[in-house]
């Protein structure tokens, strides 16, 4: 237990998830499960399924936490150790669980599949463990203690990993004491590098500060993460407000956004408030801003629809951009984003419009207009119908051609944001 409560560990099992053949997306939801109960998780565990290194990690992370979590490695073939390990690490056998046993037997037979003899390993538990039902596989999982810590196994697979945390440990967990529940809030930054971003927020990024402040970067977005802990739920959120409060002035016109939410959610749930539509007119970018607000459901609610007018042919034929607007100013210039937006508002019917026309690279720029030169434009429909166009240019790093495309996608969703 530390300043922050209860801690918990998460080890995932197999050798799959060493030698990419899969990506460990179990550990991230346990984490964030655990923690909302008031667990403070500080560390993942990968791990194979070689027995001398999965007990060392089992038992590694038993003397650090209050309480481990394992996904994996409760299968019905040789190579699934997690009963064998963790009875070994206990000095104990196994013992033919015979609850278990009837579970498996009534999974098969709902499902009128055959069972093959080797599924009787899933019923055999360390002596001392407490078997947990799994009603949505055929592995039972169980808990034990270890080296003073609350030990559960858990399945692999994720649909039955989900079922029976929900079902057995998140439950437990809420009945132990010196929980600290966390709370979340998320700013996002364009504009500044990592690094001055950071020496900006150097007063709130100590070590062993509450709440926690951290910096993440992708595609060019910086999001500013707090993680509050406190008795209560409340508590954390207050906390988390408070630092936020102290923030959001050093961050001035970086700042574009807030929540916990994905960019393009809150695109979504801003327009879908609003009931606003949008469409996209998309050269350098190629559907990207389309293809990710359509990812998300609802987003039929707002999106009109959407052109990837690449060529300057289409440009003109699609959008009606202006031949002497090409020939005068070039592809990647501001009137012709103009244009382009324009074009996309009036061919949609759509409220909002917003282009896109860049050089990505590696190929393709010059001196006056360097890989990573982007324009955009959005596009307003007024109450008249009247439509206001708006342009401008982003000079993007030019650190490889999907970095900046990602970076317009997220200058996109600020214009919509604002």
């Known amino acids: 237990m530390t300043a922050q409560g209860l801690v918990a560990e998460v080890v995932s099992i197999g050798d799959e998830l060493l030698h990419a053949g899969l990506i460990d997306t179990n550990s991230s939801y346990l984490a964030d499960q655990l923690e909302r109960v008031g667990l403070t998780v500080q560390r993942f565990t990968v791990v194979g399924d070689e027995p001398d290194q999965l007990q060392g990690a089992i038992e590694s992370a038993c003397r650090r936490a209050d309480l481990v979590v394992l996904t994996g490695g409760l299968g019905p073939t040789l190579d699934d150790r997690t009963r064998d390990v963790v009875a070994a690490a206990l000095g104990e056998d196994l013992r033919f669980d015979e609850d278990s046993w009837r579970e498996v037997l009534e999974w098969f037979a709902v499902f009128k599949r055959p069972m093959p003899d080797s599924n009787r390993r899933q019923a055999e538990l360390p002596q001392s463990a407490v078997a947990l039902t799994n009603s949505s596989g055929t592995a039972p999982g169980f808990r034990v203690q270890l080296h003073g810590a609350e030990l559960f196994a858990l399945p692999g697979v994720p649909r039955e990993m989900k079922v029976m945390l929900k079902e057995h440990v998140l439950p437990f967990a809420q009945q132990l004491g010196g929980l600290m529940p966390k709370a979340q809030a998320c700013l996002r930054v364009l504009g500044p590098s990592e ?203 030019d650190l490889g051609r999907t970095f900046v495309r990602d970076r317009a996608v997220f200058e996109v969703w600020r214009s919509l944001l604002q």
């Open 195 to 397: 690094a001055v971003l950071g020496e900006r927020l150097q007063q709130f990024m100590a070590a062993g500060q509450n709440p926690l402040c951290g910096i993440t970067a992708s595609g060019g977005m910086l999001s500013v993460r707090l993680v509050a802990f406190a008795p209560t739920e409340a508590q954390a959120a207050s906390l988390c407000e408070q630092a936020a409060a102290k923030i959001r002035p050093l961050l001035g016109e970086w700042l574009f956004a807030e929540g916990l939410a994905t960019v393009p959610q809150l695109v979504l749930e801003q327009l879908a408030a609003g009931q606003q539509t949008v469409a996209f007119a998309e050269s350098c970018t190629g559907g990207l801003c389309s293809s990710r607000l359509t990812d998300l459901p609802g987003s039929s609610a707002v999106l009109q629809g959407g052109v990837v007018a690449y060529s300057n042919a289409a440009k003109q034929e699609l959008l009606g951009v202006g031949r002497d607007q090409l020939e005068a100013y070039g592809a990647v210039s501001e009137p012709v984003a103009a244009a382009m937006a324009e074009g996309a508002c009036r061919r949609f019917g759509a409220d909002l419009a917003v282009a896109t026309t860049g050089i990505a690279g590696p190929g393709g720029g010059s001196e006056d207009k360097p890989v990573g030169t982007v324009c955009f434009a959005l596009a307003k429909r007024g109450s008249s119908g009247l439509i206001d166009v708006k342009a401008w240019t982003v000079p993007i790093a």
